[in-house]
């Protein structure tokens, strides 16, 4: 199957020049150092705006600030987290997530990732967590 990168092999190699901005991947064959994003000052694609006319931009009914976020109540990183392992998944499920993970985590992950990783899943839910790490430790003897 062929990469992303396969028309860069010289047999593959279009007659017409591609401008793209993929940087890595599978079958990278020339080295690319300029920036993956446009516009940029570096020299690459660039729109053609006297054929096509001005990119669209965003339309704003008020000033747009550079601010920090503020945060709401509902702001949290394991909320939906929780709320999928407690209220969508039953049993069997999270017994396989379980079982998903600590296979996961005893395929080399070295101590303290394995410290951080038990303490994100009691993040997500306490009984969660606690079981993948007793299997983990179960498994580790």
């Not at 446009?38 to 705006?49: E, F, I, L, W």
């Not at 209220?87 to 396989?96: E, I, N, P, W």
């Not at 080399?108 to 430790?137: H, K, S, T």
């Amino acid at each position: 199957m062929p990469g992303a990168n396969d028309n860069q092999l010289p047999v593959n190699e279009p007659v017409s020049a591609v401008n793209s901005y993929s940087m890595d991947g599978a079958m990278r064959y020339r080295k690319v150092s300029d920036p993956v994003y446009a516009p940029n000052s570096k020299g690459g694609p660039q729109a053609d705006t006297s054929r096509y006319g001005e990119p669209a931009g965003w339309h704003a009914d008020g000033d747009m600030v550079h601010a920090a976020y503020v945060l709401h109540a509902e702001d949290d990183d394991w909320g939906q987290g929780c709320t999928l392992v407690r209220a969508v998944m039953d049993d069997a499920a999270r017994d396989r997530l379980v079982g998903n993970l600590a296979s996961h985590l005893l395929d080399g992950v070295i101590e303290p990732v394995l410290e951080r990783a038990f303490e994100y899943w009691r993040n997500v839910d306490e009984d969660l967590g606690l079981r993948v790490e007793e299997e983990v430790r179960a498994k580790q003897s």
